[in-house]
């Protein structure tokens, strides 16, 4: 069984940093492809990043492209979101996923956390 944990939102100025962290924490022995989506408000829920189980390039969606960065550990099984520049448009309740197949819409994948909320705010 797979159980997505995410940690780490809280409220930050503009240009700040925050650190999200999902852990699978299921117990279950299968590694998964994991990515973050978020969702504003009155919004779609919108692509963040995504990594890749066997490696490779990570994907981003456009608005993060240069600020966000995506990575795992070595037991694939936690994956970070590292926020840099922060802008009020962040602002927004960010989930984690996880499924067999990658790919950076929400259909791809069937496994998802609660969400961490995230305030960009001076």
């Known amino acids: 069984q797979v159980r997505l944990v995410e940690s780490g939102g809280g409220l930050v100025q503009p240009g700040g940093s925050l650190r999200l962290s999902c852990a699978d924490s299921g117990g279950t022995r299968t590694h998964l492809n994991m990515a973050w989506f978020r969702q504003a408000p009155s919004k779609e829920r919108e692509f963040v990043a995504a990594s890749r189980l066997g490696g490779g390039s990570n994907a981003y969606g456009d608005s993060v492209k240069g600020r966000f960065t995506i990575s795992r550990d070595g037991a694939m099984r936690t994956v970070y979101l590292q926020m840099n520049d922060l802008k009020s448009e962040d602002t927004a309740v960010y989930y984690c996923?996880?499924?067999?197949?990658?790919?950076?819409?929400?259909?791809?994948?069937?496994?998802w956390g609660q969400g961490t909320q995230v305030t960009v705010s001076s």
């Open positions: 996923a996880a499924s067999g197949q990658y790919g950076t819409r929400s259909a791809d994948y069937n496994y």
